[in-house]
């Protein structure tokens, strides 16, 4: 069965560096997602992607966070500048455009970013 | 989207025994959504019931929504100790809203 998948699964950086989670949504989904999830706290809604650009954001989402596709199948997820409570875990979800599945997203496992 | 407000915050049962979940929301939905997410890891999408639905199967899961209490129940059956997770429930397709969720935890 078709997954979404997510590298690294791990990232440990230095506060002030730049760093670049990536996603593979499924195959034949065209809309793309982050999310991200502080430890011990809910899962929040970080930006929705869709035709190659950006469909809503969060206010988490600030001028430090940017989506790109940079080809037919990655979905990348970078922060420019990390800061320390950029430590979370990042998911990436897909889902498709129509059919009875069109309204589920599906989640990859995530990467647990920490940032010293 | 819509969050949903999942009650109890934690449940604890034996193996074989049935957990039920509640779950409330505001306003108006087109579908809702149950996912379950183990400990530090993804959120599995478990089945989606749409506003026009009361009751819905799949496996040992049984969802049933009451649009006019704006309320949903998830009913996992025979649990077993891989059940042990967190279960949410969301309304919509889009930018998803997460609440607390229900911590299940199901001793063998």
């Known amino acids: 069965e078709p997954e979404v998948t997510q590298t690294p699964s791990h990232q440990v950086t230095q506060m002030g560096q730049e760093v670049i989670l990536r996603c593979v949504p499924i195959s034949n989904h065209l809309y793309f997602y982050w999310y991200r999830q502080i430890l011990g706290q809910k899962v929040e809604f970080l930006v929705s992607?869709?035709?190659?650009?950006?469909?809503?954001k969060s206010e988490i989402f600030d001028d430090q966070f940017s989506v790109e596709r940079p080809d037919g199948s990655n979905f990348t997820l970078k922060i420019r500048s990390t800061k320390l409570e950029d430590s979370a875990m990042y998911f990436c979800a897909s889902r498709p455009t129509s059919g009875v599945l069109g309204e589920t997203q599906y989640f990859g496992p995530g990467t647990r970013l920490l940032v010293l | 989207s819509q969050q949903g407000e999942e009650d109890p915050q934690a449940l604890s049962i034996q193996e074989g025994e049935n957990a039920t979940m509640n779950c409330s929301y505001k306003t108006s939905i087109n579908n809702l959504q149950w996912y379950r997410q183990n400990s530090g890891r993804g959120l599995v999408h478990l089945i989606l019931i749409r506003s026009n639905e009361r009751e819905k199967h799949s496996g040992r899961l049984r969802v049933t929504l009451d649009t006019s209490k704006k309320s949903s129940s998830l009913l996992i059956t025979a649990s077993r100790a891989a059940d042990t997770a967190s279960y949410f429930c969301?309304?919509?397709?889009?930018?998803?809203?997460f609440g607390k969720g229900t911590k299940l935890t199901v001793n063998p």
């Open positions: 969301v309304g919509g397709s889009e930018k998803l809203v």
């Open positions: 992607f869709y035709n190659n650009e950006i469909s809503e």
